[in-house]
Structures are given as structure tokens and as C-alpha cells.
């Protein structure tokens, strides 16, 4: 029901947008989030918006760099990544939470995820 998409090969420095589509049902009044997973390691908070957009949160280690948007009438998520760095290379998730308001950055909260893509940061 979640689709992420955007994935690739890139050099340090460039930018990638994800994607993240949903079917099936709407998820225009879930919050939304981006997680990543990083080979070896745990699943890791990226990214969060609350349903309306009104509301984001970061880790600390991209904000600045990423941003999260949604397009509630599309059913659309969106990771826009700059400034990419080779320790930003993982797999990346798309998740959808059933919560009324505010976003959580804990993998715990989120009742849907999508497949993942694979975004990988040469040196």
C-alpha cells in the first residue's frame, strides 16, 4: 500500500528526491515519516510531517539538508535530499501512522511501510 520509489547512485554532494505512493487507501489523515536503515545497523528516524504538512521533525543528522512534504491529493510523500554524504547511504522507508495529530519519530508508531529503495553516496 506504500510504494517508495527515487533511489540511486550518487556522488557526495548531489541531491536525490524520493518518493513514496500510496494505494489502496488514503493516507492523507495519517502522519507520514521516512526511515533508513543502514547495512549492519538499526532502522533509524529520518524524517516526519504530520497529515496536514503543518508539522515536520528531522534527525538531527540531516536537518538542513532534507526535507519532507506531502501532497495529501495525490497520496503522495516526498524526500527531497541535498547535500548528500556516503554515511547517508541505506535503505530508505516510507511509513504511515494512524495518529490524529503531531508525528513520532519512533519506527514503533507506524502501522504501514512501504518496500523501500536504496540509496547509496559514493566518496
Known amino acids: 500500500q506504500l510504494q517508495a520509489s527515487g533511489g540511486g547512485l550518487v556522488q557526495a554532494g548531489d541531491s536525490l528526491r524520493l518518493s513514496c505512493a500510496g494505494s489502496?487507501?488514503?493516507?492523507?489523515?495519517?502522519?507520514m515519516g521516512w526511515f533508513r536503515q543502514a547495512p549492519g545497523k538499526e532502522r533509524e528516524f529520518v524524517a516526519a510531517?504530520?497529515?496536514?504538512?503543518?508539522?515536520?521533525g528531522y534527525a538531527d543528522s540531516v536537518k538542513g539538508r532534507f526535507t519532507i512534504s506531502r501532497a495529501n491529493a495525490k497520496n503522495m510523500l516526498y524526500l527531497q535530499m541535498n547535500s548528500l554524504k556516503p554515511e547517508d547511504t541505506a535503505v530508505y522507508y516510507c511509513?504511515?501512522?494512524?495518529?490524529?495529530?503531531?508525528?513520532?519519530?519512533?519506527?514503533?508508531?507506524?502501522?504501514?511501510w512501504g518496500q523501500g529503495t536504496e540509496v547509496t553516496v559514493s566518496s
Open positions: 511509513a504511515a501512522d494512524r495518529r490524529p495529530a503531531g508525528w513520532g519519530n519512533s519506527s514503533y508508531e507506524y502501522d504501514y
Open positions: 510531517i504530520s497529515w496536514s504538512g503543518g508539522s515536520t
Open positions: 489502496g487507501r488514503t493516507f492523507s489523515n495519517y502522519a
